[in-house]
């Protein structure tokens, strides 16, 4: 069976491959979050920064190891690259399950960055190396919908293991064995039926259009750091509404299964919307937020939290697809590197951002994050409709000809 790119086929088993390694970006730090509350317990002399340390230490060495392997694709085999990421992030998973001390766990955890950061921009890397137009784009929608519904099934499964036994977690982290199998059936450049692909204007020049790529990155930052706060802050906020941990993980799980769902209905979406998808997303994100801050029925959250979702579902694959129409086809992988590094360094500062401001104007209410955050989008929504005839905004155009700048 083959799978259409719009440049020829390929078969299925290297479609499989890329949607393994789109599933790994979903796990890093997932084993240690069910048992972060018991690390005290079970090391009583480890210190709150070293317990710290083994969730924000793989997000903080994700960063540069993902750009690092963004600029290795342009001279290394990328095979190669992702075989020897695999290896590394498999092989935390057996390190962590023979750790006895907080020391061996932390070391751990920043081998689990580097291998991580190693595949991290492999699996976008991929795609834009075999589709192209209105099929790259439906493929990062899959993408982004297999990232998701493997977060929260593995959300699930880690919490049941915790439970068991806390060394069980970490089993999560063999997957990428599942990626190692399949990167032998991956080839080292177009399949043979596969045409070459068309160079844009910036490709011809072997170059990244700078200034677009800085617009997109700094886009996804922030639309990143816009939704967020449901994982970080809306439990404090249901927990000041005297809701219990329970509802709060059911309206969370609804935020991130709404993720999923467009990521199924991509082209349609983009055609109904075409320049306005993303001001039309952002405003989801709007009504989402306001719900979430005006009611304190778990109905009613539970839908600000699906349509948070659902904007940033579709966003999350539209920005992904431009990413490959500012750079050459070398340095593709490189551009979105850069792009997707701004999705863990948005998770990796909001909470410390957020705590700055409440202490800077000293605000103790727990609807503080969701009133800014508010504020914010509305402002973007304007800036969205503004520019929509540019090339940040104007997703009416499913293929590779390059736009205006922005």
Not at 298 to 310: D, H, K, N, S, Y
Request: charged content about 10%.
């Amino acid at each position: 069976m083959n799978i259409q790119t719009g440049k020829g086929s390929i078969p299925v088993v290297i479609l499989l491959g890329i949607w393994s390694i789109s599933a790994l970006n979903a796990i890093p730090g997932l084993a240690v979050s069910p048992i972060l509350g018991e690390m005290s317990t079970i090391f009583p002399h480890a210190s709150e920064f070293e317990i710290q340390l083994l969730s924000s230490l793989p997000s903080l060495l994700t960063i540069p190891f993902v750009l690092l392997s963004g600029k290795l694709t342009e001279r290394v085999d990328n095979i190669v690259l992702l075989q020897v990421g695999s290896l590394v992030f498999a092989l935390t998973g057996l390190l962590y399950m023979l750790s006895t001390q907080m020391w061996q766990l932390i070391a751990v955890s920043a081998l689990l960055g580097i291998g991580s950061g190693m595949i991290v921009p492999l699996s976008t890397g991929f795609i834009s190396r075999y589709f192209t137009g209105k099929y790259r784009t439906r493929q990062f929608g899959f993408s982004s919908a297999i990232t998701n519904i493997v977060l929260v099934a593995a959300t699930l499964l880690t919490g049941y293991l915790a439970e068991v036994d806390w060394h069980l977690p970490f089993v999560v982290y063999f997957l990428p064995l599942v990626t190692f199998v399949f990167s032998f059936f991956l080839k080292h450049g177009p399949a043979p039926d596969v045409e070459p692909e068309p160079r844009t204007a910036e490709g011809k020049r072997g170059r990244i259009a700078v200034g677009r790529l800085v617009g997109l990155m700094f886009f996804y930052g922030l639309i990143t750091y816009l939704v967020v706060i449901v994982s970080f802050n809306l439990p404090f906020l249901m927990q000041e509404n005297h809701f219990d941990t329970e509802a709060s993980g059911v309206v969370i799980s609804l935020f991130y299964l709404a993720i999923v769902v467009p990521g199924f209905f991509l082209t349609p979406i983009l055609s109904a919307c075409r320049s306005l998808t993303k001001c039309v997303c952002l405003l989801g994100i709007a009504a989402g937020l306001a719900l979430i801050l005006a009611s304190t029925e778990i109905v009613v959250m539970g839908v600000g939290a699906i349509l948070m979702g659902l904007g940033y579902g579709v966003m999350q694959p539209v920005i992904y697809d431009q990413t490959t129409r500012v750079a050459s086809p070398a340095k593709t992988t490189l551009a979105l590197a850069f792009v997707m590094s701004m999705n863990y360094l948005a998770i990796l500062l909001t909470p410390p951002f957020i705590d700055m401001l409440e202490t800077l104007f000293h605000i103790h209410s727990q609807q503080f994050p969701f009133v800014l955050n508010l504020s914010i989008t509305l402002l973007a929504v304007v800036w969205a409709y503004a520019g929509r005839k540019t090339f940040l905004f104007d997703d009416s155009v499913a293929n590779d000809k390059p736009k205006s700048e922005l």
